[in-house]
């Protein structure tokens, strides 16, 4: 119905609309950050609760006629609760950057001193990175990666916590595919005298699935995000422990924010409820089950991976050693039709990005598993080699065909 509605009333976006679609259906999409909303989240993604502004915090709305937006806020922060086991959960940050402003802005004042992982060996840039607003309004100092490891080595992190003095630790990855200590990690924060907080952006899905370890027991802040292995829209959510509560509702209400996205905390509240279902933790734990087999399957073939292999949905091929780099890799990889993104290598001098990122999120939701990675891997050995890509063109069409989005089905009565 809404399809015709923009045809009807706006032909050229439609058109783009149309295109979007046929890319989405007829490629194989492997960036990490990705991944298929599902019908009912599409539909709540545009719904009347779009047309509501809402300023204020659950209860105490400046707008009158926020019955119902009130209601919605709990329910969602009630199932963020419920499914994450967290004390408080604020639902009205838009993105996974704005709710790690919102969490700063709780516990830190303009200049404070923050210890991060480097947004360069695998972090993210709201991390502190010197071109991003972050960097500017704290004071960050950054641990690395071992060079030779490509890990994080928790005495040598401890150690510089001791000196640094931070008065927070954040730790979270967009391109670090093992699992983070949490534990140790709250110690070491703790011992520093510094809030320990964790950007679960990308793990979100897997960590509600159940396919991956929870910070939320060892962390007094966590961000999160309704897309990535969440598979819904975008925005995202924050959950603390009870004493940070009022701290954190404050960063969002009034110290960032405004009018709340209600149509996307309706979104949020359904994939909090899905989450919770068999069938998502059973999707979760097949999509890290495809990233160690693909994984697996690329080192077979020549590929280096980092760390040589994943706990998670993502992965980075290391192509230092090889004639292509993860540019290079990445555009002959667009032409089949598969899409990643290039990534530099913590610790390598050169300029070009040596690394490719790449994640199983959205080919599992498409219903691929082990034999379909074996048949990746050799696209990607193809587009490494980048001679003859016609037939891995034809493998890509067939794997499209043969694995189609999913769409959600009910039961007719």
């Known amino acids: 119905m809404a399809d015709h509605l923009i045809a009807e009333y706006d032909p050229e976006l439609f058109s783009l609309l149309c295109d979007e679609e046929d890319r989405q259906k007829n490629t194989l999409d492997m960036i990490a950050s990705e991944s298929l909303m599902d019908e009912v989240s599409l539909a709540l993604s545009g719904s009347a609760f779009g047309s509501k502004t809402a300023v204020g915090l659950p209860g105490h709305q400046r707008m009158e006629g926020s019955g119902p937006a009130d209601r919605l806020e709990r329910l969602a922060a009630e199932r963020a609760c419920a499914l994450f086991g967290a004390e408080h959960a604020n639902m009205l940050s838009y993105s996974g950057t704005t709710a790690n402003f919102c969490a700063y802005d709780a516990v830190l004042s303009p200049g404070d001193r923050v210890f991060a992982l480097d947004p360069e060996h695998g972090s993210h840039a709201s991390h502190g990175r010197a071109s991003h607003?972050?960097?500017?309004?704290?004071?960050?100092?950054?641990?690395?990666l071992d060079p030779e490891t490509q890990l994080i080595d928790y005495d040598s992190l401890e150690k510089l916590a001791e000196k640094v003095r931070p008065k927070l630790i954040v730790i979270g990855a967009s391109a670090y595919p093992r699992h983070?200590?949490?534990?140790?990690?709250?110690?070491?924060?703790?011992?520093?005298?510094?809030?320990?907080?964790?950007?679960?952006?990308?793990?979100?899905?897997?960590v509600a699935g159940k396919a991956a370890p929870s910070p939320v027991p060892f962390a007094d802040i966590v961000t999160a995000s309704c897309t990535k292995t969440m598979c819904?829209?975008?925005?995202?959510f924050i959950l603390c422990k009870k004493e940070f509560a009022d701290a954190?509702?404050?960063?969002?209400?009034?110290?960032?924010?405004?009018?709340?996205?209600?149509?996307?905390?309706?979104?949020?509240?359904?994939a909090m409820k899905r989450a919770a279902s068999p069938e998502f933790s059973a999707l979760m734990k097949k999509t890290v089950e495809n990233a160690k087999t693909l994984c697996a399957a690329l080192e077979r073939r020549g590929i280096p991976v980092l760390t040589g292999g994943t706990d998670c949905h993502l992965f980075?091929?290391?192509?230092r050693l090889k004639a292509a780099n993860g540019r290079i890799l990445t555009e002959n990889l667009a032409k089949l039709g598969i899409w990643t993104n290039s990534k530099k290598i913590p610790h390598d001098p050169s300029d070009e990005p040596n690394g490719v990122r790449a994640g199983c999120t959205v080919l599992t939701q498409r219903g691929m598993g082990?034999?379909?990675m074996e048949r990746i891997a050799a696209l990607w050995e193809a587009a490494l080699d980048g001679t003859d890509l016609s037939w891995a063109k034809d493998e890509v069409s067939a794997l499209c065909g043969e694995f189609p989005?999913?769409?959600l089905k009910k039961e007719e009565p």
Do not use: K, N
């Open 248 to 270: 954190v509702d404050r960063g969002v209400y009034p110290g960032l924010i405004a009018s709340m996205h209600l149509q996307t905390v309706a979104t949020a509240a359904w």
């Open 180 to 206: 983070f200590d949490y534990e140790r990690l709250s110690h070491i924060a703790h011992g520093s005298g510094a809030v320990f907080m964790v950007d679960m952006a990308h793990t979100t899905g897997l």
């Open 370 to 372: 082990a034999p379909e």
């Open 316 to 319: 980075v091929a290391d192509l």
């Open 133 to 144: 607003l972050s960097g500017r309004i704290y004071d960050f100092v950054h641990f690395g």
């Open 232 to 236: 819904s829209c975008h925005t995202s």
């Open 405 to 407: 989005e999913p769409r």
